[in-house]
């Protein structure tokens, strides 16, 4: 056993990086298969460029160069 801390598990679907044609950003997406859906839940990338989802822990994030804008 190491004592070296591990990072952060990562939800159930990983990591998503998103592009400015994937905002508004939500949880299920649409590469989600049907049975492992929740209620859908949109998430606010704006200030930190990041998101994770309440229900599955997905992390959602830009990718480099793409700034989400409010309305």
Request: glycine fraction near 6%; aromatic fraction near 8%.
């Amino acid at each position: 056993m190491t004592d070296a801390p591990s990072a952060p598990a990562a939800g159930t679907h990983g990591v998503i990086e998103l592009d400015a044609a994937d905002l508004p950003a939500f949880c299920p997406n649409r590469r989600m298969a049907v049975w492992s859906q929740h209620p859908r839940v949109y998430l606010d990338l704006a200030h930190t460029g990041r998101a994770v989802c309440p229900y599955c822990s997905t992390e959602y994030r830009l990718k480099p160069g793409v700034v989400a804008r409010a309305h």
